[in-house]
């Protein structure tokens, strides 16, 4: 699926899919029609491990607009690393796995948009529109090209696309004005035909759509039926997976909104008698309140797992994060700390990690360990580039241009592949983009270290410019930091 502008994600498609479950699945019939709101699965992949790597690397598909390419080698990583014996040919499974997760998730964001009381209100009608990309035009979709019906038409429940595998269709909204003007159509009538799946059971599949695709992605979001039927399913897994899922369903991860809004309340709180975005007092005063809050809500403070000359320091930067983060980051391997005049974090094969900080920098110290954090809680570091993406994303769609840290921090000394995208951080360091290979797939790797320096490390007068200038990265902070947990 090429990136263009019609294509880059986008808040409603990224909701979509962060708020789903992932579901251990040994064939691609197990999650039925509009059950895929609420799950995620890869047919035959049964193990928590493995589908949960599938799933980081769909999500940075999704939300860091990656090509097929790109998720092709995330996939062979996976596949070597878990030893996953799949069916079917590289090439196709990819492809499917790729394009249909995306094709649906921004099906279903985009469905949120048309469906919306003000949109609604302006553009009544939908219209059905086939791709002139697709190579082997299915008739019935050409023939569908072109209807208009009012959005309430029971016709778009069924008929809402992508309507099968690799099906590019779209549908787009329009005025009763422009509706009048093409024609408004009568619901095509073509007839429903018998299915019978791979466990024996039969389903009535309307004529032009693949099995499975008869539903408008999105249209279910929460859907307690489809979590209800996930869950009884749990009973049939083994049974540490079975639990987890049937917390999952009944703890799907929240938006990135609830914690920007969870975050703005404890500030509110955490502010009171302090303007601490006036005043260095005031933000330092500020910190020593969020500290002991982080440690009242999350419990004492965990002794990180580390050695070499600056474990000390590391593990005094450990002290100011949430306990279950730091256990998360013991979890995922040794880690080991030392000195250097630039800090640098290498997350090395098998979870292990070497960081290097600059002598007596705390502030330091918290940013090279939450580039530790991101490789032990990815889905911690999803939150961040989502927010990255809305901010350098305009109006129509487009990403900024990729430009030098040098034109935006002159006397810095950036060097000519450091780059970034004009956005709104206090520092545009925090934006800095990072290269793989020839493609920009690593995305916005600072902005997460960053934040929890500024909020977390020893210079007052960052966090004052924080608090002051933008207060909504202030906000997912605080909220993360005192609600997120692994």
């Keep these: 699926m090429a990136t263009n502008a019609?294509?880059?994600p986008f808040r409603e498609q990224i909701d979509f899919f962060r708020q789903k479950v992932s579901v251990p699945t040994r064939a691609w019939t197990d999650v039925w029609r509009e059950a895929h709101d609420t799950a995620f699965m890869v047919a035959g992949a049964y193990k928590a491990d493995l589908l949960g790597d599938l799933r980081?690397?769909?999500d940075k598909a999704?939300?860091?607009?990656?090509?097929?390419?790109e998720f092709r080698a995330d996939f062979d990583q996976i596949v070597a690393r878990h030893g996953w014996q799949y069916k079917g040919s590289r090439g196709w499974r990819t492809r499917v796995i790729y394009e249909t997760n995306l094709r649906t998730s921004y099906s279903a964001g985009r469905y949120k948009q048309l469906t919306d009381s003000a949109m609604l209100a302006r553009r009544p009608y939908w219209i059905y529109e086939h791709s002139p990309a697709s190579v082997h035009p299915r008739p019935l979709h050409l023939a569908w090209s072109g209807t208009v019906l009012e959005a309430s038409d029971p016709?778009?429940?069924t008929h809402f696309t992508p309507n099968g595998w690799g099906c590019k269709c779209s549908v787009r909204a329009l005025s009763r004005r422009d509706a009048e003007a093409r024609g408004i159509s009568e619901a095509p009538a073509d007839g429903v035909r018998e299915w019978t799946a791979p466990d024996g059971s039969a389903h009535e599949v309307p004529n032009g759509i693949d099995p499975g695709f008869d539903y408008a992605p999105g249209s279910t979001t929460p859907s307690e039926h489809a979590r209800g039927v996930l869950a009884s399913g749990a009973d049939e897994l083994p049974e540490a997976l079975g639990s987890q899922l049937r917390e999952d369903l009944a703890h799907p991860p929240p938006p990135l909104g609830d914690y920007v809004a969870r975050g703005k309340a404890a500030m509110e709180g955490l502010s009171k008698g302090l303007e601490p975005a006036?005043?260095?007092?005031g933000a330092d005063a500020f910190s020593v309140r969020l500290r002991d809050e982080i440690e009242r809500r999350a419990g004492a403070p965990h002794r990180i797992e580390v050695d070499g000359a600056a474990a000390e320091l590391v593990g005094r930067a450990a002290r100011r994060y949430p306990a279950s983060w730091v256990v998360a980051s013991?979890?995922?391997?040794?880690?080991r700390a030392g000195y250097s005049e630039r800090g640098s974090c290498i997350n090395a094969e098998r979870g292990h990690a070497l960081l290097a900080v600059p002598p007596g920098n705390l502030g330091a110290a918290v940013h090279e360990l939450a580039h530790r954090f991101q490789f032990a809680m990815p889905e911690?570091?999803?939150y961040f580039e989502e927010l990255h993406i809305r901010r350098t994303t305009d109006a129509s769609g487009v990403r900024h241009d990729l430009a030098p840290l040098s034109d935006l921090a002159e006397g810095v000394g950036y060097g000519p592949r450091e780059v970034t995208r004009r956005d709104r951080y206090i520092d545009p360091y925090a934006g800095?983009?990072?290269m793989r290979g020839k493609s920009w797939e690593r995305g916005p790797r600072e902005v997460m270290p960053m934040t929890f320096q500024w909020l977390l490390g020893d210079r007052a007068g960052w966090l004052r410019r924080l608090l002051a200038e933008d207060p909504e990265l202030a906000a997912l902070g605080v909220g993360l930091l005192l609600h997120y947990r692994p």
């Design 6 to 8: 019609a294509t880059l």
């Design 56 to 58: 980081q690397a769909v």
């Design 62 to 69: 999704i939300t860091g607009g990656t090509t097929l390419r």
């Design 155 to 157: 016709w778009w429940s």
């Design 278 to 281: 006036r005043s260095t007092a």
């Design 330 to 335: 013991d979890t995922a391997g040794r880690l």
């Design 380 to 382: 911690l570091q999803q």
């Design 432 to 434: 800095k983009e990072y």
